[in-house]
């Protein structure tokens, strides 16, 4: 019987060394913080998608923007729209099944 134990404990103590040696392998988490001097229309994002053709969109108070990973593409509404009281401020972000970027604000 006390066999049966210390067979039982040596492979749960081995099943945990692999485990944690696995966990301990694991890439970093590359982390990278963008504001307004790198190209964003707004330090504050309110909704974030990643498209079915890679880009990262944000929406923000102040426009939409588009990330491919080295630039942004900004979008915002024109003065020459004559919709008054017209604002940039966009809340959430959706994709349709046809690839169609879809703004609430």
């Known amino acids: ?6 067979h039982t404990i040596t492979i749960i103590v081995l099943s945990l ?8 392998s694991q890439p970093e988490i590359k982390r990278v913080h ?6 964003l229309p707004g330090n504050a994002i309110s909704d974030i998608l990643s498209d079915s053709r890679g880009y990262m969109w944000g929406s923000t108070w102040e426009g939409l923007s588009r990330f491919d ?5 900004n979008y915002k509404t024109g003065a020459d729209s004559n919709i008054p009281y017209l ?6 972000i959706y994709e349709d099944k046809s690839g169609n970027i879809w703004m609430m604000m």
């Open 87 to 92: 604002h940039n401020r966009i809340d959430r």
């Open 1 to 6: 019987m006390q066999t049966i134990k210390n």
């Open 69 to 73: 990973g080295f630039d942004f593409v």
């Open 34 to 39: 963008y504001t307004r001097q790198d190209g």
């Open 17 to 24: 060394w692999v485990v944690l040696g696995e966990l301990s």
